[in-house]
C-alpha cells in the first residue's frame, strides 16, 4: 500500500541529490573543460543526442511562432520544412511548397472532423497579432525566445540559433544589448562563424549606426567565407552576397564609392541575380561620373 | 445512489489523506518556480513556455493520480479483504464499481482545481489576465478525459491481476491513444490488410482522448471553443465512461470474490 | 421455531487457475437450519468447508447447485442482507479511517438516519470497549482491537442475525472471553448467532445447537448434548465423528 508514496519519496530524495551534486560538480567542470559554459552539464548528461533536443526545441520555438499551429510527423508538412521563423529573418532561403493553411488535408472523417475544433487549426504568425488578430500584442514574438535559448545551450555549436534569435531580440523585441551579448556567445562557440559575424554588423550598423565596427566585423566575415573550401563555398552562396552587398551599402553611404563597387563586383560571382546588381554598380558608376568633374574645381 | 456516494466519499478521503497528492503537487510548484526564476534576455513578461510546463507536469501528475488511485481500488479491497463485510451489506456490486468510479473521478476533480488554480495564478503572474473561461473549458475536458481513465483502470483492475501490470497497462494504452490516436487512420493506410482493418477498427473504437487536450489553446490564448463542440465532446465522454463502468460491472458480476 | 438460515443440497466446486487439475469440490449437498434466537456452532477441522458456507451465504460466492436463504429470501438478493451482520475472518478494515468513521460509512450503507447512526455508533463503541481510541486511525490498531472494530461494524444495524467467521481466531484469553460475553448478550437480546469454531470449549459454553462439518460435508447436528451424548466430552465426540481414533493416535 505504500510503495507509491516510498517511490514519490526515493524520487524525491533522487532529485534533490541529483541538484545537490550538479551544483557541487558544475564549477569543477567547468575548471576542466576550459571556459566553455552553459554547454557542458547537457554535454554529460545527454551526449551527441543533445543536438536531437536542440533541433526539436528549435522547432517548437517555430510552432510557438505559430501560435501552436503546426503539422506533426503524421501531417503533411510540406509547407513547413524550413523554419518560418528564420525564413523570416533571412537566415535560409524557403524551401516550402505545399498550402501552409491545409496541412491538415481535407477532412477524413468524422472523429478527424470533429476533433479539429480542439486544436489550433489557423495558420497565424505572432508578429501579426497570432489568433486573435490583435496587432497590438505584435511584441508577443518574445514567446519564442525560451525555446530558442534552450537550442543554443544544448547545440551551441549551430550559428543559426543564434542569428535567428538576435535577429528577434533586436528586430522585434528592441533590445540590443541582449541581442550583442548573445552574439557574443555564439561567437565564443563558433569563432568561425560568418552569420554570426555578419548578424553582430548589422546590429552594430542598424542599430548602434557603428560604420567602422560593422566593416571591420563584415570584412571578417567574408575572411572567414573565403576560408571555406569550394564545396562549401558553392552551398553557401546567399550569405556572402548579403555580406558583401551589405558592404556595399556602407562604404556607397561612406563616400567610398570604388570600394563599393568592389564589393558589388564579389558579390556578382555568386548572386543568382546579377544584373540586379549591375544597375546598382551602373548608378554608383553614374554618381562618380557626377562627382569627378566637380572635385577637381575645388582644387582651384 | 446514496450508497454510492458513501463508497465515493471513503475513495475521497483515501486520496486526501495519503501524501501522493501532495507530493506531485509540490513537485510541480517546485519545478514550475524554478522554471519562472529562469531569466531570459532580461525580459519578465516571457509566459507561454512556462505554461506548456505547467500545463505538461499537470497532465502527467493528474494520469499518475488518476490511474495509481483507480487502480489499486479493488484489488486492495480484496487483499485486505475490506470486500467483505462491504458486500455483505445491501450494497449491490455494481453500486461498489460505480462508487468506487465517483469516488476517484471526484478525487481527480479536486487535485485538478487545485492544479489549475496555481496555473491561473502562474499565468496571471506572467501575463496579467484571468481568462476564466478559457481555463474552465479545459479543466472541465481535462476532467472528462480522466473520467474516461478512471473508467478505462476499474474495468482493468477487475481483467488483471495485479495492480502494477494493470497501471502499466493502462499508462501504455492512454499514452498511445494521446500520442497516436488522432492519427491511427493515416497509419493504417500505409498497412497491408488484415492489418489495416483492425488499425481502422481501433480508430473508430478507441475514446480519442486527444480531444480533451486543449493545452496548445490556452497556452497560446486562442479564442474559446465553441460551448456546443465541448458539450458534444463531453457528452461522447460520458458515454465511453458508461460503456467501461458497465463493462466493469458485467466482469465484476459472476466473479467469486474470497 | 421458523427457519432463518437455511440451506438445501448446497454444493460448491471451486475452479481455480493455479489447481491444474481442473475443479476442487469446497462442500457436497450440504442441508443446514438454524432457527430465530438460537445461538449455533457451526463446527469443522480447518478446510472443511465453514468458510464456504459462509460465502454463500452472503451471496460472495454463487453455488454449483442447491440453494441458500435468510429470512426466507434467496441469498443472491442483496436483500436477503439487509438484517444481518457479518464479521469475516482475518479483515483489515481501510486504515486510513477511524473506527468511527468506518462506522459511520456502513452505516450510510444500511441507511440509517444521522441521529440514530451517533446513537448506534456511541453504543456499539461502548460495546466493544474502544470508545478511547474512536477517533485514532484503525492502521494503529492491534489485532484484538481491530477484531473488535470487526464486531461493531457487524451490529451496526442492529441486524437480527449474526455470522461470524472464527470469532475469536488470534485473539488471547482476554480477548476471546470479550468475544465470548459479547455473542452471549446478543443472545440475550434475542439475536440469532450462526457461528463457525474449531475452539471447542467456547462452543460448549455458548452454544445452543452446533453442526460438524468434515470435508464438504454434514457429519453430525444437534443440541451439545445431543452430540456429546455418550463421549467424555465434545471435544472427544468431535474427534470421533471426523474420524480420527484416538487410541491408534501417535
Ligand atoms: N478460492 C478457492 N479456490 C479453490 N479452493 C478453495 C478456495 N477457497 C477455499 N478452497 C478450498 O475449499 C475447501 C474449504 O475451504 P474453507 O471453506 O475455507 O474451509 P474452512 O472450514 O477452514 O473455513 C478447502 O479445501 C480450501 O482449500
Ligand atoms: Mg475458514
Given at each position: 500500500m505504500n510503495s507509491p508514496r516510498i517511490i514519490f519519496l526515493l524520487l524525491l530524495a533522487l532529485l534533490v541529490f541529483c541538484f545537490?551534486?550538479?551544483?557541487?560538480?558544475?564549477?569543477?567542470f567547468q575548471s576542466w573543460r576550459g571556459s566553455r559554459s552553459g554547454g557542458d552539464i547537457f554535454n554529460v548528461v545527454l551526449g551527441d543526442s543533445r543536438r536531437m533536443f536542440a533541433q526539436s526545441f528549435y522547432v517548437k520555438a517555430d510552432a510557438y511562432y505559430h501560435s501552436g499551429y503546426y503539422p506533426t510527423m503524421f501531417d503533411n508538412k510540406e509547407a513547413f520544412q524550413t523554419q518560418h521563423m528564420a525564413e523570416d529573418t533571412g537566415a535560409v532561403n524557403s524551401n516550402n511548397h505545399g498550402d501552409e493553411e491545409s496541412f491538415l488535408g481535407p477532412k477524413r472523417n468524422w472523429i478527424d472532423a470533429f476533433g479539429r475544433h480542439f486544436f489550433p487549426d489557423r495558420h497565424t504568425h505572432?508578429?501579426?497579432?497570432?489568433?486573435?488578430?490583435?496587432?497590438?500584442?505584435?511584441?508577443n514574438v518574445r514567446e519564442i525566445l525560451p525555446w530558442l535559448k534552450l537550442s543554443a545551450d544544448l547545440d551551441p555549436d549551430n550559428p543559426q540559433t543564434y542569428t535567428v534569435t538576435a535577429y528577434w531580440l533586436r528586430e522585434r523585441m528592441h533590445k540590443v544589448a541582449e541581442a550583442d551579448v548573445f552574439l557574443h556567445e555564439g561567437l565564443r562557440n563558433n569563432p568561425d562563424s560568418y552569420d554570426i559575424l555578419f548578424e553582430l554588423g548589422r546590429l552594430y550598423d542598424?542599430?548602434?549606426?557603428?560604420?567602422?565596427r560593422a566593416r571591420n566585423v563584415w570584412e571578417e566575415a567574408v575572411r572567414k567565407w573565403m576560408k571555406l573550401d569550394a564545396d562549401a563555398q558553392s552551398d553557401n552562396k546567399l550569405v556572402f552576397e548579403q555580406i558583401t552587398t551589405h558592404l556595399a551599402q556602407l562604404e556607397e553611404n561612406a563616400g567610398n564609392l570604388?570600394?563599393?563597387?568592389?564589393?558589388?563586383?564579389a558579390a556578382q560571382k555568386v548572386s543568382l541575380t546579377p544584373d540586379v546588381?549591375?544597375?546598382?554598380?551602373?548608378?554608383?558608376q553614374k554618381k562618380m561620373a557626377a562627382l569627378i568633374p566637380v572635385a577637381p574645381a575645388k582644387l582651384y | 445512489m446514496k450508497n454510492i456516494f458513501a463508497v465515493a466519499g471513503v475513495v475521497i478521503k483515501e486520496l486526501y489523506r495519503r501524501k501522493d497528492f501532495y507530493v506531485l503537487f509540490i513537485i510541480t510548484v517546485l519545478i514550475c518556480l524554478v522554471m519562472a526564476s529562469v531569466n531570459i534576455f532580461n525580459d519578465p513578461k516571457?509566459?507561454?513556455?512556462?505554461?506548456?510546463?505547467?500545463?505538461l507536469l499537470v497532465w502527467i501528475s493528474s494520469l499518475v493520480i488518476a490511474i495509481t488511485t483507480t487502480a489499486r481500488q479493488i484489488p486492495a479491497e480484496r487483499e485486505n479483504r475490506t470486500l467483505l463485510p462491504l458486500l455483505a451489506k445491501p450494497l449491490t456490486r455494481p453500486q461498489l464499481i460505480f462508487g468506487k468510479f465517483f469516488g476517484c473521478w471526484f478525487a481527480c476533480g479536486l487535485a485538478l482545481l487545485c492544479f489549475y488554480i496555481f496555473f491561473g495564478a502562474l499565468a496571471a503572474a506572467r501575463e496579467h489576465q484571468w481568462p476564466l473561461l478559457d481555463y474552465f473549458q479545459a479543466a472541465v475536458m481535462h476532467w472528462f478525459m480522466l473520467g474516461i481513465v478512471v473508467a478505462m483502470t476499474l474495468l482493468g483492475s477487475l481483467v488483471f491481476a495485479a495492480p502494477s501490470s494493470n497501471s502499466t497497462i493502462c499508462f501504455v494504452i492512454i499514452g498511445g491513444i494521446l500520442f497516436v490516436g488522432r492519427h491511427l487512420d493515416q497509419v493504417a493506410t500505409s498497412m497491408h490488410e488484415p492489418l489495416?482493418?483492425?488499425?481502422?477498427?481501433?480508430?473508430?473504437?478507441?475514446?480519442?482522448?486527444?480531444f480533451y487536450d486543449l493545452r496548445d489553446l490556452i497556452i497560446h490564448n486562442w479564442p474559446l471553443i465553441e460551448w456546443k463542440y465541448i458539450v458534444l465532446a463531453l457528452l461522447y465522454a460520458t458515454a465511453y465512461i458508461f460503456a467501461f463502468l458497465l463493462g466493469a460491472c458485467l466482469v465484476f458480476r459472476r466473479k467469486p470474490v474470497n | 421455531m421458523t427457519a432463518i438460515l437455511q440451506t438445501q443440497k448446497l454444493r460448491v466446486e471451486y475452479r481455480s487457475r493455479e489447481m491444474r487439475q481442473g475443479i476442487k469440490v469446497a462442500l457436497l449437498g450440504l442441508d443446514l437450519e438454524v432457527r430465530a434466537g438460537e445461538v449455533f456452532g457451526f463446527l469443522g477441522p480447518n478446510g472443511a468447508g465453514k468458510t464456504t458456507t459462509m460465502n454463500v451465504l452472503l451471496g460472495f460466492v454463487p453455488p454449483t447447485s442447491g440453494a441458500a436463504s435468510l429470512f426466507g429470501i434467496d441469498v443472491r438478493q442483496p436483500i436477503a442482507r439487509q438484517r444481518i451482520g457479518y464479521l469475516p475472518e482475518l479483515t483489515y478494515y481501510y486504515k486510513f479511517l477511524t473506527a468511527e468513521e468506518l462506522l459511520r460509512f456502513y452505516a450510510k450503507i444500511f441507511g440509517l438516519a444521522r441521529g440514530e447512526t451517533d446513537k448506534r455508533i456511541a453504543e456499539l463503541l461502548k460495546l466493544v470497549e474502544l470508545e478511547h481510541a474512536a477517533k485514532r486511525p484503525i492502521k494503529s490498531y492491534s489485532k484484538g482491537m481491530q477484531q473488535r472494530v470487526g464486531l461493531a461494524q457487524a451490529l451496526i444495524n442492529n441486524p437480527d442475525l449474526l455470522i461470524l467467521d472464527e470469532p475469536t481466531s488470534g485473539l488471547d484469553p482476554l480477548g476471546r472471553m470479550k468475544v465470548r460475553e459479547i455473542i452471549q448478550r446478543l443472545k440475550h437480546d434475542g439475536k440469532t448467532v450462526f457461528f463457525s469454531s474449531h475452539e471447542l470449549g467456547e462452543v460448549?459454553?455458548?452454544?445452543?445447537?452446533?453442526a460438524i462439518i468434515h470435508q464438504g460435508e454434514l457429519k453430525a447436528i444437534g443440541g451439545v448434548h445431543e452430540i456429546t451424548g455418550k463421549h467424555a466430552s465434545l471435544e472427544k465426540a468431535f474427534l470421533e465423528i471426523i474420524g480420527f481414533n484416538s487410541s491408534t493416535a501417535p
Open positions: 545537490g551534486l550538479a551544483a557541487q560538480l558544475s564549477p569543477q505572432l508578429d501579426e497579432g497570432g489568433p486573435t488578430d490583435d496587432l497590438s500584442g505584435s511584441e542598424e542599430s548602434y549606426h557603428d560604420t567602422a570604388p570600394r563599393a563597387i568592389d564589393w558589388l563586383h546588381l549591375q544597375k546598382r554598380i551602373d548608378d554608383i | 516571457i509566459a507561454r513556455y512556462l505554461k506548456e510546463i505547467c500545463l489495416r482493418a483492425i488499425v481502422n477498427a481501433l480508430y473508430f473504437t478507441i475514446p480519442h482522448l486527444e | 460448549e459454553t455458548v452454544c445452543d445447537r452446533v
